[in-house]
T-cell receptor, first 116, second 114 residues
């Protein structure tokens, strides 16, 4: 079946603008995760969603970052008033569940965000 | 807070040679440990994982890793490297209830000489 898809694959924006990044998880996967991969910070956890539970937002770096997951499927990561340090590759992953042994995370190809 | 150290940024091996990539972790409880591979232009792919039980775990593509609690290590090994193994390798430790919040190391870039 189809893997995790992300759009756009590349996004260039100007400092101060808002951006939305989209993730389509694997069908039937109840858990969805966002990570950020940047030169200075490596791979960082941002947020995860599991079913209808409240998301774990503990990795979001500032209140300019938010994410939602509609209908338990597609997720959107929004960055408001983008800064140059937001430039990175944003990776989305999904897993069948959160339970140990059934939570292998399958990653999408990422969205490369460049803030000018 | 948990952390992962991959001391080797770059490693070069000859095709057919053995490989060992080092990973040390810091975590206060029983760790959930993972190795991922990222090829150019590709997403991260899980090679193997350790949750409990046998400390030697087998993964895909002929890779294995050994969990050593006394050394806080989870080194990745392959007996004979193929040119297609050239990629970046990430070790990760999972926190949270099921090890879902992954903390990654900085990665090791593997180059394979023919």
């Amino acid at each position: 079946g189809a893997g995790v898809s992300q759009s756009p694959s590349n996004k260039v924006t100007e400092k101060g603008k808002d951006v939305e990044l989209r993730c389509d998880p694997i069908s039937g996967h109840t858990a969805l995760y966002w990570y950020r991969q940047s030169l200075g910070q490596g791979l960082e956890f941002l947020i995860y969603f599991q079913g209808n539970s409240a998301p774990d937002k503990s990795g979001l770096p500032s209140d300019r970052f938010s994410a939602e997951r509609t209908g338990g499927s597609v997720s959107t990561l929004t960055i408001q008033r983008t800064q140059q340090e937001d430039s990175a590759v944003y990776l989305c992953a999904s897993s069948r569940r959160l339970a140990v042994g059934d939570n292998e995370q399958f990653f999408g190809p990422g969205t490369r965000l460049t803030v000018l | 807070a948990q952390s992962v150290t991959q001391p080797d940024i770059h490693i070069t091996v000859s095709e057919g040679a053995s490989l060992e990539l080092r990973c040390n972790y810091s975590y206060g409880a029983t760790p959930y440990l993972f190795w991922y591979v990222q090829s150019p232009g590709q997403g991260l792919q899980l090679l193997l994982k350790y949750f409990s039980g046998d400390t030697l775990v087998q993964g895909i593509k002929g890779f294995e890793a050994e969990f050593k609690r006394s050394q806080s290590s989870f080194n990745l090994r392959k007996p004979s490297v193929h040119w297609s193994d050239a990629a970046e390798y990430f070790c990760a430790v999972g926190a949270g209830g099921g090890g879902n919040k992954l903390t990654f190391g900085t990665g090791t870039q593997l180059k394979v000489e023919l």
